[in-house]
């Protein structure tokens, strides 16, 4: 079956510019996850969705940063007028509802701010 | 606030040695526990998990182990293949019907021939 997919795989923009990510969680997945990795380094939380609601947006580095996710699928991230420290992969991963279940990541997109 | 260390950053080991990568939590309350492996360029996945009511969990070459006192947890690969050559990662998250992962900086394990 498919798996969480990411579009677009890279992304080049300049500094000022806004960017939307987009992630399309394994179906029938009820809770979606956004991450951060930079580079060499680990993933840092962002945001979760349960449905289309966010509980947790405690990861958000701004408020350049803001997520939504409508029914109960498709979520975008946007990154407002972007700067070079927001260059990093954004992984997103899905897994159904629950507390121990496996949350299946996507290829992410790398995101490079000139 | 939730952290978790993770260490060595980077693991040289020959082939069929074993390779040990420690993690430390420092939330009390976290009680999931999982390990993944990411390939260069690859996206992250899952290859084993514990919870805060069990001291080890095995599958085949690999066991992680939990030491809850010690906010402790390890994985162990034995018999190391160069196709273990990756970063993992471990991390933690607390019950409350979702898994918010705090994730450990990774390590980077080789495996030479």
């Known amino acids: 079956g498919a798996g969480v997919s990411q579009s677009p795989s890279n992304k080049v923009t300049e500094k000022g510019k806004d960017v939307e990510l987009r992630c399309d969680p394994i179906?029938?997945?009820?809770?979606l996850y956004w991450y951060r990795q930079s580079l060499g380094q680990g993933l840092e939380f962002l945001i979760y969705?349960?449905?289309?609601?966010?509980?947790?947006k405690s990861g958000l580095p701004s408020d350049r940063f803001s997520a939504e996710r409508t029914g109960g699928s498709v979520s975008t991230l946007t990154i407002q007028r972007t700067q070079q420290e927001d260059s990093a992969v954004y992984l997103c991963?899905?897994?159904?509802?629950?507390?121990?279940?496996?949350?299946?990541f996507g290829p992410g997109t790398r995101l490079t701010v000139l | 606030g939730e952290n978790v260390e993770q260490h060595p950053s980077t693991l040289s080991v020959q082939e069929g040695d074993s390779a040990v990568i420690k993690c430390t939590y420092s939330?009390?309350?976290?009680?999931?526990f999982p390990w993944y492996k990411q390939e260069l360029g690859k996206r992250p996945q899952l290859i084993i998990d514990?919870?805060?009511?069990?001291g080890e969990k095995k599958d085949q070459r690999i066991a992680v182990t939990l030491n809850k006192t010690a906010k402790h947890f390890s994985l162990h690969i034995t018999e190391t293949q160069p196709e273990d050559s990756a970063v993992y990662f471990c991390?933690?998250?607390?019950?409350?019907?979702?898994?918010?992962?705090?994730f450990g900086a990774g390590t980077r394990l080789a495996v030479h021939p």
């Open positions: 991963a899905s897994s159904p509802l629950g507390a121990y279940n496996e949350q299946f």
């Open positions: 179906s029938g997945h009820t809770a």
């Open positions: 969705f349960q449905g289309n609601s966010a509980p947790d």
């Open positions: 939330d009390s309350a976290s009680n999931y």
């Open positions: 514990i919870r805060s009511n069990v």
């Open positions: 991390a933690a998250s607390r019950s409350g019907g979702y898994n918010k992962l705090i």
